[in-house]
């Protein structure tokens, strides 16, 4: 399918939200690091790196969280059989203010950088923009990379570790992870995944106002951009073998099934939640679940594109979700309005 | 000039870092929205709106901020005869932190959000995204919107207003505003200034820790985008009417001078710097010079663009400077990297 005919098929009233690259985009390699809970979870054995140290070496958190997101790019970028000089572009995004864990991650590389904020959704963003940038013509490799760390996000938008306040049942467990993506038009490999199509999400906000309570508050945004999706392509549920959320967790899955319910789609029996997947969330007592830019980063490369590579799983919907808050904004009794965006990967 | 052609002439060894749209892209309408103090400087009687009262209305700083992005996003669509439905994207930063800017400013606007950050260079990224999207065939129309708000930035980055510190006379004044640009591929009138040449930029470190000297921390950022800009397109200052920097303030101004001095490019004659020009730096009392996303965005539109579509200026190298730090980074020693995007503005 081409854009002229994705827009015509496009019957609704709403904004037109998809875009299909009209060559193919591969990811040729990917890399995932994770930190020592995470290398505990059910997929732990399929990291690239875990660290036992949380600090990665580093003075603090958030140096750490840079040290991630260079680790990350380093295996990316040597399992695509490259260098550093090969990239014309990174699309790169955090969760920490001014997206500091990027900045620094990154400082090293001789590339230019595009730094993007999405939340959460950052990786939906980050594959989308890199996407555009190989059908604009940019460069024959590009990277996308995300991260979060548990610690820095929790000093960064709640409670300082140290006061060991009680998290509600609702709370997500943030994710101390970094995925790396090398984008190439040309493929490495016969089962490189590739990416067929990408729906960008509006802003949407019901209002909910609890930022321990993510899912809830991202659940709308996850529903709107997947319906969306289904109208803009004019496919249903059943054309996708997985639609896989970012990090809704236990509280936010319930409402997006019920969301997406109410708009006549039943994603029940192919619904999965990386925030779900990454943590054994009863015995590793994480609550509602994973989160972060870097809990659906780490799921794509280690888990999503193995799945598809090994021909368990045809067609996937990918959708990252981010919560749009920062303390401030929370302080002075704002909501947290949330975005997500998708992307179709197929072999 | 061809992205082929460009990429042949690049004999230097640096990897080569910028783009030439295939097709004309077109900035169809832009508005500028400021404060107060940014009305009573020089270029004040250009400005679409300004307010007397700082908070716009709202009740915080971080709401006027979010007002700012709203209300030029709204005169910029008003300005190109067109409505928000017709808007495939908005490309928007702030320096906020999470962005919350852009998050809540552009939260009722019913088009997909790219949300970007490269501090003071975010509109750089913009505009460069925006003719990326429009170059890979995505939309009619898309928007590029950044903004900056005196107050919320000193509280985001420095001391409360009401400790009242001393600032050396290195520190800037973050400018009180927010611009916004409609792109499009077809011009609207027959001067619309084209957006014909980007040269993306790597992140710059060269150990500078003061916060409240961004003018030298940014420095070698512009420096280097822009030797790599000469570089890449085989062309020197005398190729461009203006050379025009986004907010090193009257330090920066002079270590850019002589960095680019060294590596044999004297732009002295035609270099003009947007935190410069917005404010009687004596007069007003802002010592370095004005910063911020907002500095350059409401130059770009209210002065820059005019100058152009006058004919005054022809071709015009307009390069967005960002220093990359946040409180927690600068707190925790680190130094402030910096990063600029250069965009070539013709008739």
Chains 1, 2 share one sequence.
Not at 84 to 108: K, P, T, Y
Not at 111 to 130: E, K, M, Q, T
Not at 185 to 213: A, C, H, M, W
């Amino acid at each position: 399918m081409d854009n002229a005919t994705l827009k015509n098929l496009n019957h609704d009233t709403h904004t037109y939200q998809s875009f299909v690259p009209p060559n193919p985009i591969y990811i040729i390699s990917s890399a995932s690091i994770a930190g020592d809970k995470e290398g505990k979870g059910p997929i732990g054995k399929l990291f690239d790196f875990i660290s036992e140290d949380n600090y990665f070496g580093c003075k603090n958190w958030e140096e750490a969280e840079s040290e991630l997101q260079k680790k990350a790019m380093e295996y990316a970028i040597n399992k695509a059989g490259i260098t550093e000089n090969d990239l014309r572009l990174i699309f790169a995004g955090d969760l920490l203010a001014q997206s500091i864990a990027s900045s620094f991650g990154l400082l090293n590389f001789p590339v230019p950088v595009v730094g993007v904020y999405g939340a959460c959704s950052s990786l939906g963003l980050s594959l989308f923009l890199g996407a555009m940038s190989m059908t604009a013509g940019i460069g024959d490799y590009v990277a996308c990379v995300t991260s979060s760390h548990f610690s820095s996000a929790e000093k960064e938008f709640r409670f300082p570790l140290a006061y060991g306040n009680q998290r509600p049942l609702s709370a997500h467990w943030t994710v101390t992870g970094s995925g790396a993506f090398i984008l190439s038009k040309e493929p490495k490999s016969g089962n490189d995944v590739r990416l067929t199509g990408f729906t960008t999400g509006q802003i949407v906000d019901y209002g909910l106002k609890e930022s321990l309570n993510m899912g809830a508050c991202m659940a709308p945004a996850a529903a709107d951009t997947i319906y969306r999706h289904f109208k803009d392509f004019n496919t249903s549920p059943q054309d996708y073998d997985k639609i896989i959320t970012g990090d809704l967790g236990k509280v936010g899955k319930l409402a997006l099934l019920d969301l997406l319910e109410a708009k006549g789609f039943d994603i029940t029996d192919r619904h999965m939640d990386c925030g779900i997947e990454i943590y054994n969330i009863e015995a590793q007592d994480v609550h509602a679940g994973g989160s972060g830019c870097g809990c659906c980063a780490v799921t794509l490369s280690a888990f999503i594109l193995k799945q598809i590579k090994e021909g368990l799983w045809k067609k996937v919907l990918f959708v990252p979700t981010g919560a749009l808050l920062s303390k401030i904004s929370h302080n002075e009794g704002q909501s947290v309005p949330g975005i997500a965006h998708a992307v179709v990967l197929e072999v």
